[in-house]
C-alpha cells in the first residue's frame, strides 16, 4: 500500500505550502495531486489516507483531488506525441512503431493548495 507513504509525502508538503506561502494564515479548502497512471494509485485510497493524516493539522477538513494523467508517448520515428488508452501498448497509434520514447504517466506531484482567506476580525 505505498498509497500510505506518498499520502504522508503530501501532507507534509501542503503543510509547508501553507506556512511559507500563505504564513499560516487561512485555512486549507483543497490540495491537488497529479499522479501518473503507471504509478498504480488508487485516488479513492489516497482521499482516504488524506482525510486520516490530516486529522488535527491545519489541513483538517481540506479535500484531495487527485488527477490521474495519461500515459504519453513520443514516436521516434515519425515524432507523434499521443496519449495511450488502456490497456497501454508502447506502440505509436499512427505508423505502429514500437520505437517509442515515454514522456508522461510516471509524474507524482503536489499541483495546488487552494486557501480560503481568514475572514477579517473588526476592531473595536
Do not use: N
Not at 505509436?92 to 506531484?109: M, N, Y
Amino acid at each position: 500500500m505505498h498509497e500510505w507513504t506518498i499520502g504522508e509525502s503530501l501532507v507534509r508538503q501542503a503543510m509547508e505550502v501553507v506556512q511559507t506561502r500563505a504564513r499560516g494564515q487561512g485555512r486549507v479548502v483543497r490540495t491537488t495531486v497529479v499522479a501518473g497512471r503507471l504509478r498504480q494509485i488508487v485516488p479513492e485510497l489516497l482521499q482516504d489516507i488524506y482525510r486520516l493524516l490530516v486529522r488535527g493539522t491545519s489541513l483538517d477538513g481540506s479535500i484531495l483531488d487527485v488527477r490521474v494523467a495519461p500515459v504519453t508517448i513520443r514516436c521516434c520515428r515519425c515524432a507523434c506525441q499521443e496519449a495511450l488508452g488502456s490497456p497501454t501498448v508502447f506502440r505509436c497509434p499512427h505508423c505502429r512503431s514500437g520505437d517509442v520514447e515515454l514522456v508522461g504517466g510516471r509524474e507524482l506531484f503536489l499541483e495546488s493548495v487552494e486557501v480560503e482567506a481568514d475572514p477579517p476580525t473588526d476592531s473595536v
